[in-house]
């Protein structure tokens, strides 16, 4: 500060460095034979999955490609420098003029390492109709049960002779990829408060984005036989103005009205190709070059009332509306006929919005007369909202989108409640912290598309995420002059997280039932009549992520 106050100068460098590594994850993959007629020791039964014992059709390009046993070596860098300056020029008591700029660089390295192991006599290489190499294969080491593990990394299931089993490096172009990100931006604004019940502030924000990403796609991708580099270059200039009102005819009551444009950009992992196996939910992840970002136009409208500041005390109730501009949404892209593990990549809707209501409370319960209420206070805070995401019609029909549905991740309410105890002479904090959701779309899918083969869709419904509850304690206790010790334990009910495979298409989830009839049609493939049926919906995937426990002590001087 310098001049009176008059002017304020900030500045800030930064620079932070990430590093994950992963240095040898294992994969094995099994397979039951015949598990109806299995006899004895049932383990016994499951063999390697890649190998085929009972010489069917079973066995699969993409079982080979896969391998019996995978290890994996992956490293993931990044580093990210900021900087950034503001100043303010206050020339009269109600008028502030604010000007600023902030840069970043981002760089992210990704790369991994493949090897799995498959029958020494089959090349995963070749086609599938000339795979067999000119080597003699010796059964009793090419193929072994879960009890063998342990014995397979040796020389006498891996030889020179390839009779048993070999390492494959798997390794190719697609995957590592190089991501940079360059943003500079620069704002002004102007905070006017020429009388006591009114206050305004507005301004524009200038930025300039520019995301690079060199990758591959992967061979074999969209008939693709080698891996195919390619370079994602998405430049953006956008101007963001906003425009906040704040009314005040008492010291109790504000109104608030606000406008904002913000942009949600796109993350290196949604751009890039690359692709990998998420074990928690059983997927392949894979990102999309072809992704933009999205724009957001933010309306606000809110009532506040704070009938006694110094307790705390406020209710407020609003609405809001969001217009958004090609939303970034997670979708399920399976096959039912052609893809093993479920596909979820990334795509743009053409548009949606986003409106609700919500309601907060705060209260202190002072005015209970007993003599714990004195330190208890209350906070809740309620939405109820309504999403639509549209697609365009000729895209729709092309590529077997619903041209609309509510919004992917938009849950159609939130519910936060908490209860806190705070006793200053004792340095006591206590908090229990409660929240909840409705159902959203953990990632959505394409249109109900009828298979003749099948006899049934031939696209995977969308999954959805079912509604949970939360529940968190926290108790912080003052042990010394600048010394505390906080405990906190997270996810205290562990209810189940829960997806829920959407079979019926509806996007929203209905338990499993007797089958209804929906609809009869000709199917000009198989010459027939075909009918299709509702059986609600199955649960895909559900965990308990367990309870979590911190202690922490802290000194501040």
């Given at each position: 500060?310098?001049?009176?106050e008059?002017h304020?100068?900030?500045?800030?460098?930064?620079?932070?460095?990430s590093?994950?590594?992963?240095?040898?994850?294992?994969?094995?993959?099994?397979?039951?034979i015949?598990?109806?007629?299995?006899?004895g020791?049932?383990?016994?039964?499951?063999?390697?999955k890649?190998?085929?014992?009972?010489?069917?059709e079973d066995?699969t390009?993409k079982?080979?490609?896969?391998?019996?046993?995978?290890?994996?070596?992956?490293?993931?860098?990044?580093?990210?420098?900021?900087?950034?300056?503001?100043y303010?020029?206050?020339?009269?008591?109600?008028l502030?003029v604010?000007?600023?700029?902030?840069?970043?660089?981002?760089?992210?390295?990704?790369?991994?390492?493949?090897?799995?192991?498959?029958?020494g006599?089959?090349?995963?290489?070749?086609?599938?109709?000339?795979?067999?190499?000119?080597?003699?294969?010796?059964?009793?080491?090419?193929r072994f049960?879960?009890?063998?593990?342990p014995?397979?990394w040796?020389?006498?299931?891996?030889?020179d002779a390839?009779s048993g089993l070999?390492?494959?490096?798997r390794?190719?172009?697609?995957?590592?990829?190089?991501?940079t990100?360059?943003?500079?931006?620069?704002?002004g604004m102007?905070?006017?408060?020429?009388?006591?019940?009114?206050?305004i502030?507005g301004?524009?924000r200038y930025?300039?984005?520019?995301?690079k990403?060199?990758?591959?796609?992967p061979?074999g991708?969209?008939?693709?036989?080698?891996?195919?580099?390619?370079?994602?270059d998405?430049?953006?200039?956008l101007?963001?103005?906003?425009?906040?009102l704040?009314?005040?005819?008492?010291?109790?009551?504000?109104?608030?009205?606000?406008?904002?444009?913000?942009?949600?950009?796109?993350?290196?992992?949604?751009?890039?190709?690359?692709?990998?196996?998420?074990?928690?939910?059983?997927?392949?992840?894979?990102?999309?070059?072809?992704?933009v970002?999205?724009?957001v136009?933010?309306?606000?409208?809110?009532?506040?009332?704070?009938p006694?500041?110094?307790?705390?005390?406020?209710?407020?109730?609003?609405v809001?509306?969001?217009d958004?501009?090609?939303p970034?949404?997670?979708?399920?892209e399976?096959?039912?006929?052609?893809?093993?593990?479920?596909?979820?990549?990334?795509?743009?809707?053409?548009?949606?919005?986003?409106?609700?209501?919500?309601?907060?409370?705060?209260?202190?319960?002072?005015?209970?007369?007993?003599?714990?209420?004195?330190?208890?206070?209350?906070?809740?805070?309620?939405?109820?909202?309504?999403?639509?995401?549209?697609?365009d019609e000729?895209?729709?029909?092309?590529?077997?989108?619903?041209?609309?549905?509510?919004l992917?991740g938009?849950?159609?309410y939130?519910?936060?409640?908490?209860?806190?105890?705070?006793?200053p002479?004792?340095?006591?904090?206590?908090?229990?912290?409660?929240?909840?959701s409705g159902?959203?779309?953990?990632?959505?899918?394409n249109?109900?598309?009828?298979?003749?083969?099948?006899?049934?869709?031939?696209?995977?419904g969308g999954?959805?995420?079912?509604?949970?509850?939360?529940?968190?304690i926290?108790?912080?206790q003052?042990?010394?002059?600048?010394?505390?010790?906080?405990?906190?334990?997270?996810?205290?009910?562990d209810?189940k997280v829960?997806?829920?495979?959407?079979?019926?298409?509806?996007?929203?989830?209905?338990?499993?039932?007797d089958?209804?009839?929906?609809?009869?049609?000709?199917?000009?493939?198989?010459q027939?009549?075909?009918?299709?049926?509702?059986?609600?919906?199955?649960?895909?995937?559900?965990?308990?992520?367990?309870r979590y426990?911190?202690?922490?002590?802290?000194?501040?001087?």
């Amino acid at each position: 500060k310098f001049v009176k106050e008059r002017h304020l100068l900030q500045w800030n460098l930064g620079y932070n460095y990430s590093r994950q590594e992963i240095p040898d994850q294992r994969t094995i993959r099994f397979k039951g034979i015949a598990p109806d007629r299995t006899l004895g020791d049932a383990e016994l039964m499951w063999w390697a999955k890649g190998y085929n014992p009972s010489g069917s059709e079973d066995l699969t390009t993409k079982d080979l490609e896969l391998g019996i046993i995978s290890r994996f070596w992956s490293e993931n860098s990044e580093g990210v420098y900021s900087a950034s300056l503001d100043y303010t020029f206050k020339p009269l008591t109600w008028l502030s003029v604010k000007t600023g700029m902030f840069h970043q660089w981002k760089k992210r390295e990704l790369y991994r390492r493949i090897y799995t192991v498959g029958e020494g006599h089959i090349d995963p290489d070749r086609p599938f109709s000339d795979m067999y190499l000119d080597h003699h294969a010796d059964a009793n080491i090419y193929r072994f049960r879960w009890s063998d593990l342990p014995d397979v990394w040796s020389t006498d299931y891996l030889n020179d002779a390839y009779s048993g089993l070999r390492v494959w490096d798997r390794t190719q172009a697609s995957d590592m990829y190089v991501g940079t990100e360059q943003n500079n931006s620069g704002y002004g604004m102007l905070i006017l408060n020429p009388f006591k019940w009114i206050e305004i502030s507005g301004g524009v924000r200038y930025e300039y984005n520019r995301q690079k990403i060199g990758a591959a796609i992967p061979k074999g991708s969209n008939s693709v036989p080698l891996s195919n580099p390619i370079l994602v270059d998405n430049p953006q200039a956008l101007w963001l103005p906003s425009l906040n009102l704040s009314l005040k005819p008492s010291d109790k009551w504000v109104l608030r009205a606000a406008y904002g444009k913000t942009v949600n950009r796109t993350e290196f992992r949604e751009v890039s190709p690359y692709s990998e196996l998420d074990f928690a939910n059983n997927t392949i992840m894979r990102g999309n070059p072809g992704l933009v970002s999205a724009e957001v136009e933010n309306y606000d409208l809110r009532l506040e009332f704070y009938p006694d500041i110094n307790k705390g005390d406020a209710v407020s109730v609003g609405v809001f509306y969001k217009d958004i501009l090609h939303p970034i949404e997670r979708m399920n892209e399976s096959n039912r006929v052609e893809s093993q593990f479920p596909v979820i990549s990334y795509r743009n809707a053409s548009s949606a919005v986003v409106k609700g209501v919500e309601a907060e409370l705060r209260k202190s319960l002072d005015f209970i007369p007993l003599a714990l209420f004195r330190n208890l206070s209350v906070s809740a805070n309620v939405s109820l909202i309504e999403s639509l995401a549209k697609f365009d019609e000729k895209e729709s029909e092309k590529d077997d989108i619903v041209p609309e549905r509510p919004l992917q991740g938009q849950a159609p309410y939130l519910v936060n409640a908490g209860l806190y105890y705070e006793n200053p002479g004792w340095g006591t904090k206590i908090g229990v912290i409660y929240n909840t959701s409705g159902e959203s779309i953990y990632a959505a899918g394409n249109a109900y598309r009828y298979h003749s083969h099948i006899n049934g869709p031939a696209f995977r419904g969308g999954l959805i995420e079912l509604p949970r509850q939360l529940l968190d304690i926290s108790y912080t206790q003052r042990i010394g002059k600048g010394l505390q010790m906080k405990l906190t334990v997270q996810n205290l009910l562990d209810e189940k997280v829960e997806i829920a495979e959407d079979f019926n298409f509806s996007n929203k989830y209905e338990p499993l039932h007797d089958p209804v009839e929906i609809e009869t049609f000709w199917d000009p493939v198989a010459q027939r009549e075909a009918v299709r049926y509702d059986y609600g919906d199955n649960i895909y995937s559900s965990f308990r992520p367990g309870r979590y426990f911190s202690l922490s002590i802290s000194y501040s001087f």
